[in-house]
């Protein structure tokens, strides 16, 4: 028993010295990293085309798709060579090798592959991606969202940053401080909080920082994951309940404070389009031809929407006229600039801050990601099938970072920040939650920083834009790099 129990206490030791070094090695990093970010910096004034080649590629070397291994959302990659191409996917609208559904699950796809055909057939045998892509996600009761089945964490189908690690939301609640401080009475307005796991540990960490706001607004399309969410809030902050208020729609009285979205514009509807010979066409969904299983399958048609033919402008004004050849796949998110308009209609003062992964336009449009950005996930694995089982897996696509800054500009927002998740963490105090953290806990933390913050992890693909409005102070999270000259 004494040395089963000596025998323990030198294990926890190891442990806790392997913890301390991981710390240490970590910090080292990150204040590598410091220095070479704020070189980078201004290696990028002036050399825009040439860093975005350079980035582009060495992002391509590590952004090969594991295939086989299990992925997480946030850590999925790809390049265009990984993903099946358009003309591929309508030849394999049953999917890639992924673990089979429960029977259950399959009837719970096919009540909801029923409504969309429903739909595709009284629409005229089309409906556009992104309409597709609304109800795979949110129809009530059925969309991927909105019903009951697991989405984030171990047991779901994948993880987003909050759900990986509380140092994420110890980091926000110190840049959203710096505001809530500079405004007075403010509050914070959540938006798609998901399981409601960031909500509970900004709140403590807010609480902490002597900082609560009068109230922090959630507002969730999702009715199940709303319920989630006031459940997890009862269980973990019961203290701070009191300050949380769900809303239906945007505050309609003017809002002054924080707005916080953390990848809730990766899971907006998207249209796709197709560079075809006669010009741009747009991807759409209609019901499989001739062997009458009622698949859904891929149809293309006229652009259905004259905001597709402006942002094409827009991205042949930004790469040139030989941008988009032909063949060339992807997507435009319409709905990411129509939904921060309306935030922009009632924001009188205070920062809106957008969490995603995603690229300024000119990588986003680049050649070789030609096949777009789009991506499912199911049960951690990544693939490229987003007619495979509706309502079983999500979807996704990236951010144009530039389309959303232009729109805060259209909607009289300045463009204060624009970062890598990884220096926005490190300027608002990762390490130093390192440091701080008890020694139980450092070795699990520093795998954290890691991934929240190192290059080939989450810390280069996922970027951090902050909006403004009637708040002139420099941003705490965007004083390591600041990277708006490449929007
Ligand atoms: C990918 S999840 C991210 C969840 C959470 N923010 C996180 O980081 O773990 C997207 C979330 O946005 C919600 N959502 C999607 N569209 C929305 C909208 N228009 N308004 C509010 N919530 C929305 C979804 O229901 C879901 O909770």
């Known amino acids: 028993m004494g040395d089963r129990s000596e025998q323990g206490g030198r294990a926890r030791l190891r442990r806790e010295a392997r913890g301390r070094r991981e710390a240490a090695s970590v910090i080292e990093v990150a204040d590598a990293l410091h220095g070479s970010a704020s070189g980078r910096t201004q290696d990028v004034r002036g050399k825009r085309n040439q860093r975005c080649e350079t980035d582009f590629d060495s992002r391509r070397m590590c952004e090969a798709f594991p295939e086989g291994r299990d992925t997480s959302r946030m850590t999925e990659r790809f390049n265009s060579e990984t993903k099946l191409n358009m003309s591929e996917r309508s030849k394999h609208n049953t999917s890639p090798a992924l673990p089979p559904p429960s029977p259950e699950a399959q009837a719970h796809s096919a009540r909801l592959q029923a409504l969309i055909t429903a739909e595709i057939a009284a629409s005229g045998g089309v409906i556009s991606f992104a309409r597709y892509m609304e109800l795979a996600l949110y129809a009530p009761g059925l969309g991927y969202y909105s019903a009951g089945a697991r989405k984030f964490g171990a047991a779901g189908d994948f993880i987003t940053a909050p759900e990986l690690s509380p140092l994420f939301a110890r980091c926000l609640a110190r840049q959203c401080e710096q505001v809530l401080r500079a405004l007075g009475r403010a509050d914070v307005l959540e938006v798609g909080a998901g399981s409601g796991v960031l909500v509970a540990e900004m709140l403590n960490a807010l609480a902490q920082l002597g900082c609560l706001p009068e109230h922090y607004f959630i507002l969730e399309r999702s009715a199940d994951l709303r319920e989630r969410q006031q459940a997890l809030l009862r269980e973990r902050v019961p203290q701070w309940l009191e300050r949380v208020v769900w809303l239906e729609r945007l505050p309609a009285a003017p809002f002054r404070g924080v707005v916080l979205a953390n990848e809730l514009l990766d899971a907006l509807p998207v249209h796709l389009f ?33 905001g597709l033919q402006t942002r094409l402008a827009a991205i042949r004004r930004t790469l040139g006229e030989d941008a988009l050849p032909l063949g060339y796949t992807s997507e435009i998110n319409l709905a990411a600039e129509a939904w921060l308009g309306s935030v922009a209609e009632v924001l009188a ?33 990544a693939h490229g099938d987003p ?24 909607n009289e927002l300045s463009v204060a920040g624009y970062t890598t998740q990884g220096a926005f963490l490190l300027a608002s105090g990762i390490t130093e939650q390192l440091a701080a953290a008890g020694e139980k806990e450092q070795l699990q933390l520093a795998q954290h920083v890691k991934k929240l913050t190192l290059p080939h992890e989450m810390g280069e693909l996922f970027k951090v834009l902050a909006l403004t409005r009637g708040f002139d102070e420099p941003l705490l999270g965007f004083a390591w790099r600041d990277l708006r000259g490449k929007l």
Do not use: K, N
Not at 277 to 296: F, H, N, Q, S, T
Not at 387 to 393: H, N, R, S, V, Y
């Open 274 to 306: 197709t560079i075809a010979d006669d010009g741009p066409r747009e991807l759409c969904v209609g019901v499989g031809d001739g062997d009458g299983d009622g698949a859904l399958t891929w149809r293309t048609a006229p652009l259905s929407d004259p």
């Open 349 to 381: 003062a205070g920062v809106i801050l957008l969490i995603d992964y995603g690229f300024p336009r000119h990588e986003y449009y680049h050649s070789q990601r030609a096949s777009g950005t789009l991506m499912c996930h199911y049960r951690h694995r």
């Open 387 to 410: 007619l495979f089982l509706p309502g079983l897996q999500d979807i996704t696509a990236h951010v144009d970072f530039t389309a959303l800054a232009e729109a805060a500009l259209d």
